[in-house]
T-cell receptor, first 114, second 113 residues
């Protein structure tokens, strides 16, 4: 199956700093990448959709200036959490899609903001 | 307003028996459905999918059934194995509208040896 990687897997940062999370499709070119957030014991919530070379589309309630998404190539998307606060602590998961159907997910990144 | 619901938060099954996970949806525009398996602190793993033009899709031990009139789908795992213990999410999308996934709340499956 298609492989999607995320880096880092875990990150701890101080309040007010920015954190960048990378998402890569390793064996396919992803026309679209997605960023999700999962709170403990809850489902995945879509944050934004990004297509290579264009601006990301953010879901309602997600601050685009706080969660910066860059989809620089068909195999790489980055999510930068700017001026992180403790309430941003969460599990962030990316997914990548080739074509129009199945999304393949990365392993996730656990962000802890102190 | 949850468009995709998994009403059973957990399910316990004996090894070797059948596991049946259920999912209901309200949006009649959904035309593509997927099941994902997820372990704690990991990303979801794609299991199986079904298009709305079908009512059944089978892949090894996994079979997904779709009942469009009831807006209901189910995942059957047979025989269940202890390694199947995980959280299972169903997801739905509208193919010609961006194909964004809407996830259910998940069902935790525990397969006992």
């Amino acid at each position: 199956g298609a492989v999607v990687s995320q880096h880092p897997s875990r990150v701890i940062c101080k309040s007010g700093t920015s954190v960048k999370i990378e998402c890569r499709s390793l064996d396919f070119q992803a026309t679209t990448m997605f960023w999700y957030r999962q709170f403990p014991k809850q489902s995945l919530m879509l944050m934004a959709t990004s297509n290579e070379g264009s601006k990301a589309t953010y879901e309602q309630g997600v601050e685009k200036d706080k969660f910066l998404i860059n989809h620089a190539s068909l195999t790489l998307s980055t999510l930068t959490v700017t001026s992180a606060h403790p309430e941003d602590s969460s599990f962030y998961i990316c997914s990548a899609r080739m074509g129009t159907d199945t999304q393949y997910f990365g392993p996730g990144t656990r962000l802890t903001v102190l | 307003d949850q468009q995709v619901k998994q009403n059973s938060p957990s399910l316990s099954v004996q090894e070797g028996r059948i596991s049946i996970l259920n999912c209901d949806y309200t949006n009649s525009m959904f035309d593509y459905f997927l099941w994902y398996k997820k372990y704690p602190a990991e990303g979801p793993t794609f299991l199986i999918s079904i298009s709305s033009i079908k009512d059944k899709n089978e892949d090894g031990r996994f079979t997904v059934f779709l009942n469009k009139s009831a807006k209901h789908l189910s995942l059957h795992i047979v025989p269940s194995q202890p390694g199947d213990s995980a959280v299972y999410f169903c997801a739905a999308s509208v193919r010609n509208a961006g194909n964004m996934l809407t996830f259910g709340g998940g069902t935790r499956l525990m397969v006992k040896p």
